[in-house]
Every structure is written in structure tokens, then in C-alpha cells.
């Protein structure tokens, strides 16, 4: 390693990982892992279990995943007005669940459901629907959630700091003794969620290939289990489940963010505690322990729209000593900057696509390395190309200088995943997952230092062998995915939604310190500048580490002119003053920066990161990159190979498709969709057309946003002194204006082959004050902007019609006083549920359910989370320019949080009036139109085809 690069190296090493993290075990067993950190005012916090789907019995798989719903519904004291009485109707449920396998035919499997339907309305009448989602966000809570993995569970939230012991409380409570009421409910809503993944393009090859692959551990099976058997649930199965896994030695609390480490031990061995001791079973690793390959093992299908092959290597467990080597193996070959050896066959045009990617579980591992060859390129003969260059692997073939820098890369993102306390609390509950200390991560960061080019040599001789397992995807499609039709289930009641259990009511009498709320602060928490008329600079600074990120954002997009969209495609493909695209590369990887460029209707940005002892070396780059970018027609070819990809994949995926339908009925044919160059125009374009479009691009006004640690004034020297604008830069005028409508209609698009409807609904409406959008937040969160909304109410937790909802009015981002507002609410539904969800949607929209009982709640949400929420530190220059366009003089949540005390059920329904009410209500659905049943509605229809939303 040169000189420079080792100090700049070892520079990182001392600057970048400094984070403390203390490890404490209770007397029961359960793991405590706390991080301090007063950067921002929040908590991540987090509970961890050791079981995942793996641990899944063999006859019901996708048990720990819908547990994990389950573990929503709250508990004997959270969630209901009277437990005693709902107590018996759950039991009675779950004792004929364990009914439902045993039924002979459908007739008496239908008479059954139709029992635990009827029991199960009758227990809803106790339940107080989401009351744990309610009491997490009335004491600060965000972002609450969990997620289910092969190997582990893990619940969390984001809060404020002084609802500290109001959490430990709560979390304590959820874990003790969870309740499985509203169970057919949730179930339902699991069953979205699985025809959800089955409607997206490639699922089904993942679970199929998954099978292939992993012969004898229950990696093998999909998280979310087998639609036989979420058709047969049992909820004693379920509580045995718990019994097993849910116990403290399984366990860990993880919290990371502004506390006092000293202060909140007290009140964590008071909660968690109390948990009851004990170990999980443990996992029989060793019989599931799977052979090596034989060979080159094939197999092929037809899956996604196009030809695509993929090879696939045994691999190693996420605590294996020679991960980090592997891991280096697969980036020598493919990495980020695209300066591996794959990459190149990608820069010399043999292939469409190129990666390689290293999958690591705690089990076992693989490395995969995918590809995409050119239209009519051989699947054999890239295969073979691939086997070549991992070949110059394994000989130790590679620069020395690709091996160097790629240390400097993965040190970087290490640094970067550690910032704030949602990916640090998430880091930690991976490593707890996989039974590693902080401190041997942070020994693995050093490791990538110390790594020699020998143990790259020797561990890729070790695991890419010629035992493998090869995939090829042939054009087309075969077999159709699993479908659950519509169960005639009728609506759960919500009579208790203004009610509190007695848990909630003790919990509200524990004091706890005030919080005063943070806003940004225009004149000291950034500083915007201008480097000429029309180029705003605006800078913030980074506390943790001496990584920079900045962004030059030219106010020139897609509705400017449709080939912008191109350009993200096409100009990192492209060399620059003189030096190939690989050397340019090399150049920016070796001072440790990198570079990506965006697109939005509206602009082209070009967005770089490194480390502020490089930032002038980068800008002179960057500046080469903007002004000395060379044209080159033989890159045409990739982009029209990219194009004509990125078109077949959007025609096999419902939500783009969705979403496409969506924004030609809003914005017709300046819709980004159809507004852009069909891969006919590209194959027959020179590059030099986009080069000179971002040449224009560039004219146009222009905002840097810098986040570092150089002050202001220096950042902007070295700007002035290292990149070059125009003489006159060009004012924004750029803005998308929405289509009007003067009677409500439904428009259908037809999409072939998928079990769910993407169901929309759009009204346009009108233009609003700064005092109107504020009152669009709030009318937002009361509508459907969060569980406690009353879409998600109504959808979701009463008719389990979609797995996820949302409803919100949307002003436009610039503040443009003749650019009209409008209301958008977004699901996805079996395609026989269609006439039940735009039934219900319509109804909502059209005369708002009054539910004033939610606004406390609504207020406690608003009034916690600009407690909690403070834009990390990356984000405020972004933050910063958003309220700039907005026409803001200050923090618009100071204006949000100065009208909390007086937002009442009035003020909802002033806002809906004005804006909502009486305004044409268009219905878009994107499916099988020819199922969806909603031909009996007596309004006017439209049909559309999929060449009438996206240019192909």
C-alpha cells in the first residue's frame, strides 16, 4: 500500500468506529446492550429474539413470522376493557383452530371458519383495537415495527428520551404475556402480505432456488411459511412456540441513543427483570449441515422477463473466521465503484449486467455471482467468461491498487452504518443475533485493514470451486403462484376505541421530566450561502467522523426534457479528460470517494462522498466528471440493453404499474412514465445528445448541499476555486402540474397473471397557505398517515383487506402558489377483495368518518415526534432546502407544534370541506380487470393497457 493511502487508511481506522457499547447480563439471563449517544434527541429501542424461521415446526411454517404479528395485539393487560370475559372466547378459538386440519371436507372447514368468525366478533367487543401501537406512539414513539429473519425477531421503535421508563414499561408488558386476540383478523392480513411477495417479479425464482440450494436446513423454507400452512394455523401450537423461545436467556434488550447509561439500569432490571428465566432449545446445527455441491449442478426456469444466469458458491456462517476474506473475494470482483474484474466485462459491453454478492446467515453462507448478458448473448458462454475471471482470482490476477482501495471503501461504509441510533441499534441486534461482541466487529473493521493479499489468494481457492451451482432464467414464464381466495369473513366491531385499559390508565400517573422540542435552527444549524446569483450553498456539519457527503443539484429534470431520465444510466459509463471510465473510477476510489448520479422529474444531481482530507482532490474530479465528460457511441448499446431491461421488469411489476396509472392520471403524458425515450429512440441515439443535455443540465439553478467537518467559508473556496459555473445561471421554473377532473370515474388497468389489485384512489383539489399545509399534516395523520389513523383502522385491523395502507394530501414540495394540492390513498388487495376495498375507500373519502377520540392520540403523536424527530445530521442541508423552497422562515414543525393544543375534530373537518369534500373521487385499479367485480358500479369507467401508463 503507497504511503499516502496507509496513513490515510490508518487516519480512518482512529476516526471513523469510536462508538462505546456496554454489555450487561441480568440475573435472569437476558442480554442488555447500550450505546450512549447524545448526537440527537432519541432512543432506538429494541428487543431481540433468537428464533427465526428456522425454528419454524416443519408442519407450520411462517409461525415465528405471524407471531411476530401477533406480538402487536398487546397482552391480559394492554388491549382489553375486560380480559375475563374476552379470556374464554379465545380459548374457545383456539381450540377450534386445532379443529381446522381435522375437517373432511370444504363444507365443514367453511361451517368451522364461519364459528371462529362468529366467536370472533363477539371477543372484539372487549378489545381495544391497537391500544400497544397507541400507548408506544402517545410517549414518543416512531417508526414502530418489526421484521421476522431466518434467524432471529426483532421488535423496535424509535422515542423520546424522557419516555424512557414509559418504553422499558411497555416493551416489559408486550413481552410477558401476549394475547392472540383479533387472530383471523391478522391472519388475513398475513395472507396479503404472502400474495403480496407472490405478485412481485423474481419471488417466486428466489423461494424456488432457495429449495434448490439449501436441500436439508430449514433455510429452505419461505419466512412467511406455505400457504398450506398459514391455511391451518394453530394458536396452541403457538403458545407453546412462546413458551419455548420467548424466554430471557433467547433474549436482548438494545438501546442506543440519549440516555444515561447509570440512570436506566435501575428501571431495567425492574422490567425486563422480571422476565422469566431460561434457555431456548438449540439448534441442531450439525443435522442440517449441508453437503458441498457436486459438481456443476444446473438448473433452470422461467421466472422474470429476462435471460439471466446466476452461479452460486457454498459459502460461510456470519461468525467465520474467513467472512471478511470472502467478503473481500466478492468485491475484488464486483464492487460499488465497478472497478472489480467482473465489472470491466460490463465497461467492455460483453454483458448487461454484473454482480457478485456474498449472503451470509448463521448457518451457513453462499456467494452468488449474477449476471445479464446482452439481447442475444449465450448464458453457457457468459457463464464460462465468468468461471474465467474467478479463475484470475484464485491465481492472485488482481491490482494491487483495486485490493487497497477496496479497503478504504468497506472501512467507509462501516463508519457510515453506525451514525445514527436506527442503524446502530440495528447493527446490534444482528450481532447479538449471530452471538458476536461489539468489540469483535469492531476487531473485524481492523482486520480489513491488516487482510493480506495471500489470505485473499487462499480463501478464494478454498471456496470457489468447481462445486457449484449454476441458474439459468430463460425469457417467459412458467407455473403461476399460490393464491388465497376470500374468505367470507365479516368485519371485527371497534366499540372500544376511545377506551383505555386499566395498564394504560397507571402507566399515564408515572411522571416523567418534560421535554422541551428541538427545532432547527435557520441561522445556526446550517449555513446557506451563495457561491454566484443561482448557486446556493448550503453546509452542515458532521459531529461523529471525518466522512463528507455533498450533492450538486441542477434544477433541470425529466419535465424539462424526457432524456434527463437517461442520464444516470449513461454518464458514470462514460471516460472523463482524457482517462478511460476505469481509470476515472480508480481515481475518485483511491482518495476513498465515490460517486453516484440521481434524477427526479424536476432535477440531475451528482452526489459524492469521502473524507474531508481529500475533499479538494475530489472536487477537481468532480468538476472533470461535470465539465470534461467524454461521449462515446459504443456505451449506447448498454444503455439501450439497460432500458429495454429496466422496461420488461416494469411490465412485470403491479405496484410500478400501479404507480405508472396513478401519475397518467394525474399528470397524463408529462407522467415520468410516459414522458421519457422508448428503447427504440435510445438504440438509435448519440451519446453525445446526453452529454450536451448535462452540459445544459448545468446552466440551470443550482443548490450544493455539504456535510462535513470543513467550515463553511472553506468549503466554499475550495468549491469557487474547483468548479466551474456558467457566467449566467439559469433560474428554476421547473414544476408538474396536476390534471383536474370534473366527475369521478373509475380507471382500470389491466395487468395479466397477479392475485392482487393495486387499488388508488386520486383527488385533485386546490391551492393551499402556509397555514393550509400544516393543516394537511394534521388532516394527514388522522386519515391515514399511521396506525392510528383511521384508514389503517378501517382497513386493515377491522376488514384485513391489505397487509399495508396509507392515505395523505399532498401540497406540492415548491412552494408555487398555483400549483394545486391533492388526496392520494394507496392498497393492495386480492383481486377478489377489489369491490370490498373500493366499496370502503369511496365511503371513506366521501364523507369522513367522525372519530374524535383518536385526536388526543393524534396530538400525543404529533407532539412526540417532533420531540424525537431532528433530522440527522446528513440530512439537514436537504432539510434545510426543502423548507427554503417551501417558502419557510423557520422549522414548520414549530408552526405544527404551536397548533397542537387547539387541533380538534373541527379543525379535521374544516380542512376536509375546504380541500376534500364534494371533489371528483377517481378510483384507479391496476389487475385483472376482468375479476375484480366492481362492472356493477354505477359510475363511468375507463380501461387502460399497460402501453397507455408506461413508454415500452
Same mark, same amino acid.
Given at each position: ?732 421554473? &421547473? ?5 383536474? =377532473? !370534473? @366527475?369521478? $370515474?373509475?380507471? *382500470?388497468? %389491466? ?129 434545510? &432546502? ?5 417558502? =419557510? !422562515? @423557520?422549522? $414548520?414543525?414549530? *408552526?405544527? %407544534? ?55
Amino acid at each position: 500500500m503507497a504511503n499516502a493511502n496507509r496513513f490515510l487508511f490508518d487516519f480512518m481506522i482512529q476516526n471513523t468506529i469510536t462508538q462505546t457499547v456496554n454489555t450487561v447480563k441480568l440475573d435472569n439471563g437476558l442480554t442488555v446492550i447500550l450505546a450512549e449517544n447524545h448526537s440527537e434527541p432519541q432512543v432506538f429501542g429494541a428487543v431481540a429474539v433468537k428464533v427465526g424461521s428456522k425454528n419454524d415446526p416443519p408442519d407450520h411454517t411462517g409461525m415465528a413470522h405471524y407471531f411476530e404479528h401477533i406480538m402487536f395485539k398487546g397482552t391480559d393487560k394492554i388491549g382489553s376493557v375486560d380480559y375475563a370475559s374476552e379470556k374464554p372466547l379465545l380459548d374457545r378459538i383456539a381450540d377450534l383452530y386445532d379443529r381446522l386440519p381435522l375437517c373432511s371436507n370444504a363444507v365443514q372447514r367453511s361451517e368451522l371458519l364461519h364459528e371462529i368468525n362468529q366467536l370472533s366478533i363477539e371477543a372484539s367487543r372487549y378489545a381495544i383495537s391497537g391500544e400497544l401501537d397507541q400507548l408506544l406512539s402517545r410517549y414518543g414513539g416512531s417508526k414502530i415495527n418489526a421484521y421476522t429473519d431466518y434467524d432471529h425477531t426483532a421488535y423496535y421503535n424509535i422515542f423520546s428520551p424522557n419516555h424512557i421508563n414509559h418504553w422499558l414499561a411497555i416493551y416489559a408488558e408486550r413481552f410477558r404475556n401476549p394475547v392472540f386476540r383479533t387472530f383471523q383478523a391478522e391472519l388475513e392480513t398475513v395472507y396479503e402480505e404472502r400474495n403480496m411477495y407472490a405478485d412481485m417479479p423474481g419471488a417466486r425464482a428466489i423461494e424456488d432456488i432457495y429449495k434448490k440450494v439449501v436441500r436439508k436446513h430449514p433455510y429452505r423454507n419461505p419466512i412467511i411459511g406455505s400457504v398450506e400452512h398459514l391455511k391451518n394455523p394453530s394458536i396452541n401450537r403457538m403458545t407453546e412456540f412462546y413458551r419455548q423461545y420467548y424466554v430471557a436467556g433467547n433474549m436482548a434488550l438494545v438501546l442506543v441513543g440519549d440516555f444515561d447509561t447509570r440512570k436506566i439500569m435501575p428501571a431495567i432490571e425492574q422490567t425486563f427483570g422480571k422476565h422469566p428465566a431460561g434457555d431456548a432449545p438449540a439448534f441442531p446445527v450439525e443435522q442440517y449441515r449441508e453437503e458441498p455441491f457436486k459438481g456443476r449442478e444446473f438448473f433452470s426456469g422461467r421466472y422474470i422477463p429476462l435471460k439471466a444466469g446466476a452461479i452460486c458458491y457454498r459459502g460461510v456462517p456470519l461468525a467465520h473466521p474467513d467472512r471478511v476474506a470472502l467478503e473481500y473475494c466478492a468485491q475484488i470482483l464486483s464492487n460499488k465503484s465497478q472497478t472489480g474484474l467482473l465489472d470491466h466485462l460490463r465497461d467492455d459491453n460483453r454483458l448487461n449486467m454484473v454482480t457478485c454478492i456474498p449472503l451470509s446467515l448463521n448457518d451457513m453462507g453462499a456467494v452468488v455471482v449474477g449476471f445479464i448478458p446482452k439481447v442475444f448473448g449465450s448464458l453457457k458462454k457468459n457463464e464460462n467468461r465468468m468461471m474465467n475471471i474467478i479463475d484470475r482470482l484464485k491465481s492472485g490476477n488482481f491490482d494491487d491498487e483495486v485490493f487497497n482501495n477496496l479497503k478504504i471503501s468497506l472501512v467507509k461504509e462501516r463508519a457510515m452504518s453506525v451514525e445514527s441510533p436506527e442503524r446502530m441499534g440495528n447493527l446490534l441486534v444482528e450481532l447479538f443475533s449471530r452471538g458476536q461482541q461489539w468489540d469483535e466487529y469492531r476487531a473485524e473493521t481492523e482486520r480489513c485493514r491488516t487482510i493480506s493479499r495471500q489470505e485473499i489468494i487462499d480463501v478464494a481457492n478454498r471456496y470457489f470451486t468447481g462445486n457449484r451451482f449454476v441458474f439459468y432464467n430463460k425469457t417467459g414464464f412458467s407455473g403461476k403462484a399460490e393464491k388465497i381466495k376470500k374468505p367470507e369473513y365479516a368485519p371485527l366491531r371497534s366499540p372500544n376505541r376511545d377506551a383505555q385499559s386499566e395498564f394504560a390508565r397507571q402507566l399515564a400517573l408515572q411522571a416523567n421530566p418534560p421535554s422541551p422540542p428541538i427545532f432547527i435552527d435557520m441561522q445556526k444549524d446550517f449555513t446557506c450561502d451563495e457561491i454566484q446569483p443561482n448557486v446556493h450553498l448550503v453546509t452542515g456539519k458532521n459531529p461523529l467522523n471525518s466522512i463528507f457527503t455533498i450533492a450538486f443539484l441542477f434544477e433541470f429534470g425529466q419535465n424539462a426534457n424526457k432524456l434527463v431520465e437517461l442520464l444516470p444510466m449513461h454518464l458514470p459509463e462514460l471516460g472523463v479528460g482524457g482517462q478511460t471510465v476505469n481509470e476515472f473510477r480508480m481515481a475518485m476510489q483511491k482518495i476513498g470517494s465515490s460517486y453516484e448520479v440521481l434524477d427526479s422529474p424536476n432535477s440531475i444531481t451528482i452526489k459524492v462522498n469521502g473524507f474531508d482530507s481529500s475533499f479538494e482532490k475530489t472536487m477537481t474530479l468532480v468538476n472533470s466528471f461535470m465539465k470534461n465528460i467524454e461521449p462515446d457511441n459504443r456505451q449506447i448499446k448498454k444503455l439501450w440493453m439497460d432500458v429495454r431491461s429496466r422496461n420488461k421488469m416494469e411490465y412485470k411489476s403491479l405496484q410500478t404499474a400501479g404507480k405508472a396509472h396513478q401519475y397518467k392520471i394525474m399528470y397524463g403524458e408529462m407522467s415520468q412514465y410516459l414522458n421519457r425515450a422508448s428503447s427504440s429512440e435510445v438504440k438509435n441515439m448519440k451519446s453525445s445528445e446526453l452529454t450536451e443535455l448535462f452540459a445544459k443540465a448545468q446552466q440551470y439553478e443550482t443548490t450544493i448541499e455539504y456535510v462535513g467537518t470543513l467550515p463553511h467559508s472553506r468549503v466554499k473556496e475550495i468549491i469557487a476555486s474547483t468548479v466551474s459555473f456558467p457566467e449566467t445561471v439559469i433560474p428554476s421554473e &421547473t414544476r408538474n402540474e396536476i390534471i383536474e =377532473y !370534473s @366527475e369521478p $370515474f373509475i380507471s *382500470q388497468l %389491466y395487468f395479466h397473471g397477479v392475485t392482487q389489485t393495486d387499488c388508488r384512489v386520486y383527488i385533485p383539489s386546490q391551492c393551499g397557505s402556509f397555514e393550509d399545509r400544516v393543516a394537511a399534516l394534521y388532516f394527514t395523520l388522522y386519515f391515514g398517515g399511521c396506525p392510528a389513523s383511521v384508514l389503517f383502522h378501517e382497513v386493515r385491523e377491522l376488514r384485513s383487506l391489505s397487509y399495508s395502507v396509507y392515505g395523505k394530501f399532498q401540497f406540492p414540495f415548491r412552494r408555487y402558489a398555483e400549483i394545486k394540492g391533492y388526496v392520494e390513498t394507496c392498497l393492495s388487495t386480492q383481486t377478489d377483495k377489489t369491490l370490498d376495498a373500493v366499496e370502503l375507500l369511496d365511503s371513506l373519502v366521501k364523507e369522513l368518518p367522525q372519530q374524535p377520540e383518536r385526536i388526543t392520540n393524534i396530538q400525543n403523536i404529533i407532539r412526540e415526534s417532533i420531540n424525537t424527530f431532528l433530522p440527522d445530521f446528513r440530512s439537514i442541508p436537504e432539510y434545510a &432546502t426543502s423548507l427554503i423552497r417551501q417558502g =419557510y !422562515s @423557520e422549522d $414548520f414543525r414549530k *408552526q405544527m %407544534y404551536e397548533g397542537i393544543d387547539l387541533l380538534d375534530m373541527e379543525k379535521i373537518n374544516e380542512f376536509y370541506r375546504k380541500f376534500v369534500s364534494g371533489r371528483p373521487v377517481i378510483h384507479l385499479l391496476s389487475g385483472n380487470t376482468y375479476k375484480m367485480g366492481v362492472d356493477g358500479l354505477s359510475v363511468k369507467k375507463q380501461k387502460l393497457e399497460l402501453k397507455d401508463v408506461m413508454r415500452h
